[in-house]
Nanobody, 124 residues
Framework: QVQLVESGGGLVQAGGSLRLSCAAS????????VGWFRQAPGKEREFVAAISRRGARTDYRDSVKGRFTISRDNAKNTVYLQMNSLKPEDTAVYYC?????????????????WGQGTQVTVSS
């Protein structure tokens, strides 16, 4: 089992940057695909980005490509989401999740463990 704790959210102006962190417990963190999802008020949770177990492969939703970068440091049991050129439509609670998958997956139902989330608010 793995426990996930997100941090790094906050309030930022449009065009600004934030870096989210997802810290995991457990010695087998490198066995998990890790993804970031977000949920805005009144909307469904949506996939943002995911990274393979060793970081060689990544995937992004189209609206964040070129602006967001997911990375991981397995020695520190941490996954990061660097968010640049933020837009008001990026405002949401951001969650990290871990999946015991062999390949990167964008489907939330395939993730087994979830963090509590961190709020990101982008003002116009």
């Amino acid at each position: 089992q793995v426990q996930l704790v997100e941090s790094g959210g906050g309030l930022v102006q449009a065009g600004g940057s934030l870096r989210l962190s997802c810290a995991a417990s457990g010695r087998t963190f490198s066995s998990y695909v890790v993804g970031w999802f977000r949920q805005a008020p009144g909307k469904e949770r949506e996939f943002v980005a995911a990274i393979s177990r060793r970081g060689a492969r990544t995937d992004y939703r189209d609206s964040v490509k070129g602006r967001f970068t997911i990375s991981r440091d397995n020695a520190k049991n941490t996954v990061y989401l660097q968010m640049n050129s933020l837009k008001p439509e990026d405002t949401a609670v951001y969650y990290c999740a871990a999946a015991t998958h062999v390949v990167v997956t964008t489907t939330s139902e395939e993730y087994d463990y979830w963090g509590q989330g961190t709020q990101v608010t982008v003002s116009s």
